[in-house]
Every structure is written in structure tokens, then in C-alpha cells.
């Protein structure tokens, strides 16, 4: 039961990371902002399922190998955010341009069918903001693993800890 809370917590905090990055925009825009459940809805579907797939697994792994640290944690989820993204890498695509706002400058990110270094920079940038939602996860997971496994205990490090 324990796991099951831990995960809920990881898979909740995504839509509020999310949400915290688009405050700004959502705030100065005078668009009408009709998506946004829905965009909420995916975060909330797509974490769910790496959590449930890939994460209470790989917690399950390490705990069995007695390496269920914070930081053991904190790289898997860093590692599992990251390979979510990294299938999507730019290929080439015959005959394309296209070009993209990247941040704040209009850049070519695609020219004849080739993927320039702007692609790239776009997706490494997705790579590593996938990656620090899977950090963020796995530390909630933890900290809410560990807060209901000694609800009367700090976070001090315990022997089986690692760390």
C-alpha cells in the first residue's frame, strides 16, 4: 500500500510541474485556454503509466538489491524521464523545411529533409526537461515512500538507506 501511495504521489506531481511552467504564458495570454484539461489529462496519463510500468518496477528492483536511496532513486527517475523522450530523435525527412521560435529567435530546424543543429538543441532541451520530471518524481515517490514507511522518524539516513 505504501508503493501505491508513493506512485500517486509521483504520478500527482507532474500536472502541478507542468502547470507551474506554463503559469506565465497561461497568465499573459489573451487566447481562450479550452485544451488545457486535456493537456492536463495526458501529463496525468502518460506519467501514470511510466510510474506503473516502468518506475514501481525499478523501485521494487532496487529495494530487492538494497539500494533504495534517495539517490539511487533520483538517477533511475532521471534515466526513466529521459528515455520516454529520447525515442523521438530528428530524422531525416526528404524534401521538409521547417523552422521553429526557440526561445524567443526563429530558427531553421529543418532544411531540405535535414535536421540542423537547432533540431538537436530542441531535442536535447525535451530530452532534459522530460528527465527532470522523472528526478522530481522519483524524489516525491521516495519522500512519500519514506514518510509513510516512519511516519515519526525524520529523513535521517537508516542502514539500508545506502544513503
Request: zero cysteines; hydrophobic letters at 50%.
Amino acid at each position: 500500500m505504501k508503493i501505491w501511495i508513493s506512485a500517486i504521489a509521483a504520478v500527482t506531481v507532474q500536472p502541478l510541474l507542468l502547470l507551474l511552467r506554463i503559469l506565465p504564458d497561461y497568465l499573459s495570454s489573451p487566447q481562450s485556454h479550452y485544451g488545457i484539461g486535456f493537456v492536463l489529462f495526458a501529463v496525468v496519463a502518460v506519467s501514470a503509466t511510466l510510474v506503473l510500468i516502468l518506475g514501481v518496477p525499478a523501485f521494487l528492483a532496487l529495494r530487492k538489491l538494497r539500494r533504495d536511496s534517495w539517490r539511487s532513486l533520483a538517477i533511475v527517475g532521471f534515466v526513466l524521464g529521459a528515455l520516454s523522450a529520447a525515442s523521438s530523435w530528428p530524422s531525416r525527412l526528404d524534401g521538409y523545411s521547417a523552422g521553429q521560435n526557440w526561445h524567443g529567435k526563429y530558427v531553421e530546424t529543418y532544411v531540405n529533409g535535414a535536421p540542423t543543429a537547432y533540431a538537436w538543441f530542441t531535442y536535447a532541451e525535451g530530452v532534459a526537461i522530460f528527465a527532470l520530471h522523472g528526478l522530481v518524481g522519483a524524489l516525491v515517490f521516495y519522500g512519500v515512500w519514506r514518510w509513510r514507511q516512519y511516519p515519526k522518524q525524520s529523513f535521517q539516513s537508516r542502514s539500508s538507506d545506502g544513503g
